[in-house]
DNA sequence: AAATAAATTTTCAACCTTGACAATTTATGG
DNA sequence: CCATAAATTGTCAAGGTTGAAAATTTATTT
């Protein structure tokens, strides 16, 4: 007997506006008026959501952990029966992807605060050994005969090249680096050939 | 006829403690007060030195780049006469290192920048790419045979590695993950063998 | 249409950050 | 000691950010 709640739905799209702008402003440049605007309501609105900034924050470590895990598990999804690997290697690398690189800087200021926000580093590792762990699997499944070790490095190598190509996106780097980046990714996975 | 200029030393100092809060809090987040307090100097010191918030943002710009450049002198300085690629790698990934941690937060938080601020995307794409050469030069000359695109890609490899090292060091990452990404190093220099 | 609970807007005070300039102190050369 | 130029400190206003609560509007149920 009451107006219905819109609290689930509009948490989500300030979450998703907070993120934008923490990507973009880093998190301390992302102020309440900003995301605010981003998000198309009224300041005050946050705070009837969400709570004051502390809690905003908490707020944000969550759906960001949240949505890099779903996308760990759609990148899964998206892998077919046989040649996984390759699969996976083509959505790592994929140039021409619309470039949700936001998702990336959002997570790299949320690392940087590591120090400060306990909270953050936390969900951050648990987010990246999650990632890890799924690559992990799938390397480890098409190489059956590889030593774990040769796995965990190869691993480590697809991950780094990855976060790094979305990183040091905002600098307009060689175009070549994008194929050679591919190219060390098939090197990495080679090694894991009998 | 006058007192002397501490305009240098004072500068540096300062932007010293500007790089270490950009590092700690983000760019937005290094506030003129914190500075300040990081330098030891009252906040109307930064402006007598360096002027307002944008020319120091300049100025930072300068500072970083330079340090960056610089470590990479450094870098191949270190390198001995013979064996340079291996030395390379153990310089690359020492983990007893006393993390000089801060340089790449900071570094992370101008690439991060680059869209509202250009001149610190310039600035580090062209200590990215000096890097980057610096580190395809010992590679190709340790291996005169193998290809261009191959040493390419082993470069970068190399430097998405150390990179990713460094960025994610402030989440608490399993021990395991040292040894595979310096395995993962090595596995790159590798192909480059006839 | 009346009651209800939630959304949305309004408003105000406290705090922080910055910019700018005036005032003062201090070290050096003559 | 004196003149000079620089370092250092002091102060104030303007603008932005946040916290908090009150007031108003709106959608739904009975």
Not at 91 to 118: C, N
């Amino acid at each position: 007997m009451a107006r219905p709640s819109l609290k689930t739905q509009r948490s989500h799209e300030i979450l998703a506006a907070f993120a934008a702008c923490v990507a973009r402003y880093g998190l301390e440049g992302a102020t309440q008026e900003r995301v605010a605007a981003e998000a198309g309501v009224k300041r005050t609105l946050l705070r009837h959501y969400l709570g004051n900034r502390d809690e905003m924050i908490d707020a944000l470590i969550d759906h960001v952990a949240a949505d890099f895990d779903a996308q760990t598990e759609a990148m899964l999804a998206a892998l077919p029966a046989t040649g996984r690997v390759p699969a996976l290697l083509d959505l790592l690398f994929d140039w021409q992807r619309p470039s949700d690189g936001d998702r990336v800087m959002t997570y790299q200021a949320l690392v940087t605060a590591a120090e400060r926000l306990p909270r953050a580093g936390q969900a951050m590792a648990a987010g990246t050994e999650h990632f890890a762990a799924a690559l992990r699997r799938e390397l480890a499944m098409a190489h059956p005969g590889a030593p774990d070790e040769a796995v965990t490095a190869a691993t480590l190598g697809l991950m780094a090249l990855a976060f790094n190509a979305e990183a040091l996106a905002p600098l307009d780097l060689p175009e070549s680096w994008a194929s050679a980046t591919r190219r060390a990714a098939d090197s990495l996975v080679a090694t894991l050939e009998v």
